[in-house]
Antibody
Framework: EVQLLESGGGLAQPGGSMRLSCVAS????????MSWVRQAPGKGLEWVSL????????YYADFVQGRFTISRDNSKNTLSLQMDSLRAEDTAVYYC???????????WGQGTLVTVSS | QTVVTQEPSFSVSPGGTVTLTCGLS?????????PSWYQQTPGQAPRTLIH???TRSSGVPDRFSGSILGNKAALTITGAQADDESDYYC??????????FGGGTKLTVL
């Protein structure tokens, strides 16, 4: 069974940083692209970032480009999202997902809440 | 900037059929965008229903089907049930690793 377990959410100040992690199990982690998708309170889903299976290719939504960095450690089956220069509008539940290429997002974690507020 | 459009809300009677659509602010949706569909109930993570236009994910009942209708992607639910009442999101894959979500459709079953 595929499992994705996020951690690292919490309260951050505007301009601050936070690092999210997602530990994957139940599949060959290195064989899959992975993505982060977020959902602001009461709003819709937004794709944030994608990383290829090898980690050699990364992609970002315009609204996080230059502030967020996606990475992975295939030896630890772990996906990460380093979030810098946080803004109030980054407040959201962040979901770790498997996929994000042409086959869509086929498995989702339960999400971790990030709140950016002073 | 690419905008993916969905009906903000829709209602269907129990046992009825409803088709939700997913379009582009400019241009037509084709299979080349590999449309996918997700169901989300309040407080829960999304559930994947359909990928690559019309391929159902594991465990998804065949009441849910995907297609291209005219210039839009479509999700059709036949024999609607009370627990189909959810938010439904489509995603279009823009290639180069970028995906765009639609704004979601809130489906009411009444």
């Amino acid at each position: 069974e595929v499992q994705l377990l996020e951690s690292g959410g919490g309260l951050a100040q505007p301009g601050g940083s936070m690092r999210l992690s997602c530990v994957a199990s139940g599949f060959t982690f290195r064989s899959y692209a992975m993505s982060w998708v977020r959902q602001a309170p009461g709003k819709g889903l937004e794709w944030v970032s994608l990383i290829s299976g090898t980690g050699g290719d990364t992609y970002y939504a315009d609204f996080v480009q230059g502030r967020f960095t996606i990475s992975r450690d295939n030896s630890k089956n772990t996906l990460s999202l380093q979030m810098d220069s946080l803004r109030a509008e980054d407040t959201a539940v962040y979901y770790c997902t498997r996929g994000g290429l042409s086959w869509g997002f086929d498995n989702w974690g339960q999400g971790t809440l990030v709140t950016v507020s002073s | 900037q690419t905008v993916v459009t969905q009906e903000p809300s829709f209602s269907v009677s129990p046992g009825g059929t409803v088709t939700l659509t997913c379009g582009l602010s400019s241009g037509s949706v084709s299979t080349n965008y590999y449309p996918s569909w997700y169901q989300q109930t309040p407080g829960q993570a999304p559930r994947t229903l359909i990928h690559s236009t019309n391929t159902r994910s594991s465990g998804v009942p065949d009441r849910f089907s995907g297609s291209i209708l005219g210039n839009k992607a479509a999700l059709t639910i036949t024999g609607a049930q009370a627990d189909d009442e959810s938010d439904y999101y489509c995603v279009l894959y823009m290639n180069s690793g970028i995906s765009v979500f639609g704004g979601g459709t809130k489906l009411t079953v009444l």
